[in-house]
């Protein structure tokens, strides 16, 4: 797929809908605004991502941006990050912020919201030693809960840390509460946010678009083609 840099082909566009789960109009846009990052060049380099203003108010931009070097997330099995980025590698970590469909089987979203998990747990485990810890678990909740303007930060901490205790206690037997707890797996992880709606909150506002709005892009192209 290395043409679709310069000449996007039609059957680009189709393999990458595919795996992405983005439409042809947003794989263009996204990848217009990749040339702009990138000076039209092929490849996306970590400096490019200071062009974007909305990540520089972002408390953890530099996991997002490490995000779109880490293997992992390209379902590559080796951890040393890359130094350069394709538009293909670009646009998998992009659809980890996108939302399901409204016509996604049961099966596919089950598959999708494991992914979606699998992506937050990678950009939190930064020593990619397999597991997270208290505090790194604290700032996945209190971004999954920023969405609620009215719920302070230590609220979502003493939620982070009651969740926690409960999967402690059941991994490790009773714990006290002033007790510290480390080593989060990806399992513990899943148990975790099982009660959270990753689906429709891991979107994040940058590229000088919202990732929701290429979803309304979607469904708006769907009312009109009906």
Same mark, same amino acid.
């Given at each position: 797929?290395?043409?679709?840099q310069?000449?996007?082909?039609?059957?680009?566009?189709?393999?990458?809908?595919?795996?992405?789960?983005?439409?042809?109009?947003?794989?263009?846009?996204?990848?217009?605004?990749?040339?702009?990052?990138?000076?039209?060049?092929?490849?996306?380099?970590?400096?490019?991502?200071?062009?974007?203003?909305?990540?520089?108010?972002?408390?953890?931009r530099?996991?997002?941006?490490?995000?779109?070097?880490?293997?992992?997330?390209?379902?590559? %099995?080796?951890? =040393?990050?890359?130094?350069?980025?394709? *538009? @293909?590698? /670009? !646009?998998?970590?992009?659809?980890?912020?996108?939302?399901?469909?409204?016509?996604?089987?049961?099966?596919?979203?089950?598959?999708?919201?494991?992914?979606?998990l699998?992506?937050?747990?990678?950009?939190?485990?930064?020593?990619?030693?397999?597991?997270?810890?208290?505090?790194?678990?604290?700032?996945?909740?209190?971004?999954?809960?920023?969405?609620?303007?009215?719920?302070?930060?230590?609220?979502?901490?003493?939620?982070?840390?009651?969740?926690?205790?409960?999967?402690?206690?059941?991994?490790?037997?009773?714990? %006290?509460?002033? =007790?510290?707890?480390?080593?989060i797996? *990806? @399992?513990? /992880? !899943?148990?975790?946010?099982?009660?959270f709606?990753?689906?429709?909150?891991?979107?994040?506002?940058?590229?000088?678009?919202?990732?929701?709005?290429?979803?309304?892009?979607?469904?708006?192209?769907?009312?009109?083609?009906?």
């Amino acid at each position: 797929m290395g043409s679709l840099q310069s000449s996007p082909s039609h059957q680009d566009y189709v393999d990458l809908a595919e795996k992405t789960g983005f439409s042809f109009e947003q794989i263009s846009i996204l990848h217009k605004r990749f040339k702009q990052l990138s000076h039209n060049e092929d490849k996306l380099r970590r400096e490019h991502f200071g062009q974007i203003t909305d990540l520089h108010a972002n408390p953890i931009r530099e996991q997002i941006v490490e995000a779109f070097f880490d293997r992992r997330n390209f379902y590559q %099995e080796i951890e =040393e990050p890359v130094s350069e980025i394709s *538009f @293909e590698n /670009f !646009l998998v970590v992009m659809s980890n912020f996108r939302p399901p469909s409204d016509n996604m089987s049961q099966e596919k979203l089950v598959k999708v919201r494991k992914e979606k998990l699998r992506f937050l747990f990678n950009m939190h485990d930064t020593d990619k030693d397999g597991t997270i810890t208290l505090e790194e678990y604290r700032h996945v909740v209190e971004e999954l809960l920023s969405y609620y303007e009215a719920l302070e930060t230590e609220t979502a901490r003493g939620i982070a840390d009651a969740a926690m205790l409960e999967v402690a206690s059941i991994t490790r037997g009773h714990m %006290e509460p002033d =007790e510290f707890y480390e080593g989060i797996t *990806f @399992e513990h /992880f !899943l148990k975790l946010l099982e009660g959270f709606d990753i689906e429709s909150r891991m979107n994040i506002r940058f590229m000088n678009m919202d990732t929701t709005t290429l979803c309304k892009l979607e469904c708006r192209n769907k009312v009109c083609s009906e």
